[in-house]
Structure formats: C-alpha cells, structure tokens
C-alpha cells in the first residue's frame, strides 16, 4: 500500500513555462514533505521541503503548495530550465524515531529548449 | 567535500554468492539510511541507524544484515543473493531527527544478481 504517490510518470515542458509536479499521500500522521531531485548514476539530492503546520514554501524557482485537507502537495517550477530536467520525488518524514522517510515512486520532468 | 560515499559503484553477482556494500560519510552524522530503487517504486527503506553501535528494521529488510561499528560507516550484507535484490543500493545519512535535516544520498550501487 503506497503511502506516497506520485500519479505521473512523466512530464515535458517547454523552457521557461511552469512545471507543476504533483503528489499524493495517504498517513495523516506525515509532519514533514520534502522533495528531491535526481540526475541519471547520481543520488538524490534534497531540493526543498514543508512542514505539516505551513501551506507553501518557497525558495527561489521553486515553490511547495500542501493541501492537508486534500492530503496533495505540489511542487512548481517558474521559470523551467532545461537543467531542470530531472527525476523528481516527493517524500513524507512519519513521526517515528528515525527521522525515516517514505518516498514516492517520482515524476521524470523534461524541460525542452 | 565528499558527503556519501558508497563503494563499489557496480557489481554483478550468482545466486547464492554474498557481498558487502560499504557506505561511508564525512559529515560527522549521526543517523544513516539503506535504500533499494526499483523501476516504479520509488525508494524504500531497508534497515537504518540512528548511531553507531545500533541498526534497526526499515520497510523491507528481509535477506539483508546491516553493521554500525563505526560512527562514519554504515555496511549492508547480503548473506545468500538472490535475484529480487537485483536493484540499485542508496546510502543516505542525517545529522539527527530535527525537521530541518534532509537526508544526504550517495550516488548508488547497481547491484545485478544472476
């Protein structure tokens, strides 16, 4: 049972439009949303993050919604880059010890020149 | 600046053969993580630690053995491989339970079992 899911395989934009990446989640004992990126024979890398108690982060191009009501969050990306182009996951800290996260299956973004 | 680093990068096994996956970070952190990727599945947690001297469960630890001696190493066993563990391996550490730490990845071990 998938606890975080990101519903779209893929996504292409062309530069310099908005990439909205889009995930979903089920616990609703998640205090904490993060998202990574990750470029091919390369670990994730951490991009930006929300607590549970905020409804948007921003940080330069990038910009985190949550809907705790609607249990979605989205990330967007203004203006996209082609060095954008990236797999993108969503990934939710539980309240365990641990500081684990659970992670969702990610969203390849192509951004086109 | 090294961060994680995971050794080897790649490594091909037979059925039934065992290896040890070896990560080690610089950051002086106290907790730290053993991932599989497969295709459509994301990441998934397979043991962790929140110190040296200590190992716990994650999500899927079955036919795996983790170790902690050291406070920078973190090593993941396969004690008899079979071909389901053929995936890639990230290793990631933190600096503690804290809301602002982020975990810091490795770039992976594409482990293939034949």
């Known amino acids: 049972d998938q606890q975080v899911k990101q519903n779209s395989p893929s996504l292409s934009v062309q530069e310099g439009r908005i990439s909205i990446l889009n995930c979903d989640y089920t616990n609703s004992m998640f205090d904490y949303f993060l998202w990574y990126k990750k470029y091919p024979a390369e670990g994730p890398t951490f991009l930006i993050s929300i607590s549970s108690i905020k409804d948007k982060n921003e940080d330069g191009r990038f910009t985190v919604f949550l809907n705790k009501s609607a249990k979605h969050l989205s990330l967007h990306i203004v203006p996209s880059q082609p060095g954008d182009s990236a797999v993108y996951f969503c990934?939710?800290?539980?309240?365990?010890?641990?500081?684990?996260?659970?992670f969702g299956a990610g969203t390849i973004l192509r951004v086109k020149s | 600046n090294a961060g994680v680093t995971q050794t080897p990068k790649f490594r091909v096994l037979k059925t039934g053969q065992s290896m040890t996956l070896l990560c080690a970070q610089d950051m002086n952190h106290e907790y730290m993580y053993w991932y599989r990727q497969d295709p459509g599945m994301g990441l998934r947690l397979i043991h962790y630690?929140?110190?040296?001297?200590?190992?716990a469960k994650g999500e899927v630890p079955d036919g795996y053995n983790v170790s902690r001696l050291k406070k920078q190493n973190f090593l993941l066993g396969l004690e008899s491989a079979a071909p389901s563990q053929t995936s890639v391996y990230f290793c990631a550490s933190s600096r503690g339970q804290g809301v602002r730490e982020p975990q810091h990845f490795g770039d992976g071990t594409r482990l293939s079992i034949l």
């Open positions: 630690s929140v110190g040296e001297g200590t190992t």
């Open positions: 990934a939710a800290r539980t309240m365990e010890y641990g500081n684990k996260l659970v």
